[in-house]
């Protein structure tokens, strides 16, 4: 009776608004309404959004917004005044969800960190840990504090642009900015393509990459974050990882700083399955070789854990050094394997791993 106004949500899915101290509750009334309403799915993942611009795709679309439009509403309706405000300028329930996490910190350990690696994985789709940072208008601060040069020209309005996915006003600001392709413009040090490529803006992020330099790619964000990387976390969309890598394959062995994440482990940990097949297909094995670090070791957890078998069956061929490596917690990976009978059809796939193990 005594709450504030302002922090109140009068509506049938919570009590309360969003904070730090009721995350959990607020969390789980929502993903239950979600679910509820059939719209979780583009959440978590299920349904990823399709690409905008394909007349194959148009169908999908069309239910991908309805389902995406009434998840965001919920939870804009729901959040609260203040943690509104680090949610006004997505279009995406996904990405809402995952500011969310992230900024009240709940359930947000970096994926594929150690302290993940000897637990079972969670239900929800791990997000890179960026509870210390919050979204501002990017043209409250100076970008050259982030790379270290002189702008003098106001990066809100290409912000502003790829959150509206408005390649049109984009492209008019960098005819006449250039160099704003290599500039960090969010207090998270993300660049234009960092943006689209966490929103999952397809084409945006294709002309983008159509005009930047090789080197531009490789920029990181404060977590250490390539464009790949975070459309590997987040948006998770083959055309995505396409057009990066055929610009700078260099970009496949960047680890986050965070959690030291290759973009492959982000992929299939997100539940990313096509582009993190298309990823480890062109991932070179090197960085994923025990002697290198535990990459491999993390990328084989991932796939042993969320059942894409292939990849891990393949990368124990390439490398059978993994086959008893450990993490750093001391656990091997490949001892998920005894307890997998029910990831399997039938018995036989599982009779095929063991008898190739045993040979080994």
Same mark, same amino acid.
């Given at each position: 009776?005594?709450?504030?106004?302002y922090?109140?949500?009068?509506?049938?899915?919570?009590?309360?608004?969003?904070?730090?101290?009721n995350?959990?509750y607020?969390?789980?009334c929502?993903?239950?309404?979600?679910?509820?309403?059939?719209?979780?799915?583009?959440i978590?993942?299920?349904?990823?959004?399709?690409?905008?611009?394909?007349e194959n795709?148009?169908?999908?679309?069309?239910?991908?917004?309805?389902?995406?439009?009434?998840?965001?509403?919920?939870?804009?309706?729901?959040?609260?005044?203040?943690a509104?405000?680090?949610?006004?300028?997505?279009?995406?329930?996904?990405?809402?969800?995952?500011i969310?996490?992230r900024?009240?910190?709940y359930?947000?350990?970096?994926?594929?960190s =150690?302290?993940?690696?000897e637990?079972?994985?969670?239900?929800?789709?791990?997000?890179?840990?960026?509870? $210390?940072?919050?979204?501002?208008?990017p $043209?409250?601060?100076n970008?050259?504090?982030?790379?270290g040069e002189?702008?003098?020209?106001d990066?809100?309005?290409?912000?502003?642009?790829?959150?509206?996915?408005?390649?049109?006003?984009?492209?008019?600001?960098? =005819?006449?900015?250039?160099?704003?392709?290599g500039?960090?413009?969010?207090?998270?040090?993300?660049?234009?393509?960092?943006?689209?490529?966490?929103?999952?803006?397809?084409?945006?992020?294709?002309?983008?990459?159509?005009?930047?330099?090789?080197?531009?790619?490789?920029?990181?964000?404060?977590?250490?974050?390539?464009?790949l990387?975070?459309?590997a976390?987040?948006?998770g969309?083959?055309?995505?990882?396409?057009?990066?890598?055929?610009?700078?394959?260099n970009i496949?062995?960047?680890?986050?700083?965070?959690?030291?994440?290759l973009?492959?482990?982000l992929a299939? $940990?997100?539940?990313?399955?096509?582009?993190?097949?298309?990823?480890?297909s062109?991932?070179?094995?090197?960085?994923? =070789?025990?002697?290198?670090?535990?990459?491999?070791v993390?990328l084989?957890?991932?796939?042993?854990?969320?059942?894409?078998l292939?990849?891990?069956?393949?990368?124990?061929?390439?490398?059978?050094?993994?086959?008893?490596?450990?993490?750093?917690?001391g656990?091997?990976?490949?001892?998920?394997?005894?307890?997998?009978?029910?990831?399997f059809?039938?018995?036989? =796939?599982?009779?095929?791993?063991?008898?190739w193990?045993y040979?080994?």
């Open positions: 009776m005594g709450e504030n106004k922090t109140v949500v009068y509506n049938k899915i919570v009590a309360k608004s969003l904070t730090k101290k995350c959990k607020w969390f789980e929502v993903k239950n309404y979600l679910i509820a309403r059939d719209v979780w799915d583009v978590d993942g299920t349904i990823p959004k399709p690409p905008e611009d394909d795709c148009k169908e999908d679309f069309v239910s991908w917004r309805k389902k995406n439009a009434s998840a965001l509403h919920v939870i804009l309706i729901s959040c609260g005044t203040r509104f405000v680090h949610i006004s300028q997505v279009s995406e329930a996904k990405v809402a969800w995952n969310l996490n900024t009240y910190s359930n947000s350990s970096p994926l594929g =150690e302290s993940e690696l637990t079972e994985p969670v239900s929800e789709p791990p997000v890179l840990d960026r509870s $210390s940072s919050s979204l501002v208008d $043209s409250s601060f970008p050259s504090t982030m790379r002189e702008v003098n020209y990066v809100g309005v290409l912000y502003k642009a790829i959150c509206e996915n408005n390649w049109i006003s984009a492209k008019a600001f960098l =005819e006449e900015h250039p160099s704003a392709l500039v960090k413009i969010t207090c998270l040090g993300q660049t234009a393509l960092h943006v689209a490529a966490s929103l999952g803006h397809v084409r945006m992020a294709e002309k983008l990459v159509g005009l930047m330099a090789p080197q531009y790619l490789e920029i990181v964000d404060v977590d250490g974050c390539t464009p990387a975070t459309a976390a987040y948006s969309h083959l055309r995505l990882a396409q057009c990066m890598v055929n610009k700078n394959r496949l062995a960047i680890p986050t700083s965070k959690g030291n994440i973009p492959v482990t299939i $940990s997100n539940g990313h399955r096509e582009m993190g097949r298309y990823l480890y062109h991932t070179p094995l090197e960085p994923l =070789e025990p002697k290198n670090g535990i990459q491999g993390k084989l957890y991932w796939c042993l854990t969320l059942g894409e292939g990849i891990a069956l393949n990368l124990l061929q390439k490398c059978q050094e993994l086959l008893l490596a450990k993490d750093n917690n656990t091997i990976p490949t001892m998920k394997i005894a307890g997998m009978t029910p990831a059809s039938d018995g036989s =796939e599982l009779v095929l791993w063991k008898r193990i040979k080994c």
